[in-house]
């Protein structure tokens, strides 16, 4: 299973930007998907989560601002982040919790259920 993020890039404050991440590989199902950013020195924070039937939660740095979404059956989260700020510049790092199906004795089986990570998309926003 792959997560491939994609969507970040350089913007000036106000501005708009909108991240994807696409799951790829052998998967059964797709539980919670978030969003993590990252500045250099410090721990990842938890940004927003999007659960199955689409229940969302999201840090109060960007309640009002950031908005995640999902679509199911292209196993595909989303961040739209608008009127962005300077202290919004990061790495953004998107997560999921995945089922996999297993190969084993000559037949197809459900996995168990693991949390996989992308690859991180940078964002800068200069003031």
């Known amino acids: 299973v792959q997560l491939q993020a994609s969507g970040g890039g350089s913007v000036q404050a106000g501005g708009s930007l909108r991240l994807s991440c696409t799951a790829t590989g052998s998967i059964v199902t797709i539980n919670a998907m978030r969003w993590y950013l990252q500045v250099p020195g410090k721990e990842r924070e938890l940004v927003a989560t999007i659960t199955r039937d689409h229940m969302t939660n999201y840090a109060d740095s960007v309640k009002g601002r950031f908005t995640v979404s999902r679509d199911n059956a292209k196993n595909t989260i989303y961040l739209q982040m608008n009127n962005l700020k300077a202290e919004d510049t990061a790495v953004y790092y998107c997560?999921?919790?995945?089922?996999?199906?297993?190969?084993?004795?000559?037949?197809?089986?459900?996995?168990?259920?693991?949390?996989?990570w992308g690859q991180g998309t940078q964002v800068t926003v200069s003031s």
């Open positions: 997560n999921a919790d995945i089922q996999i199906w297993k190969y084993y004795s000559s037949r197809y089986s459900e996995g168990e259920m693991s949390t996989y």
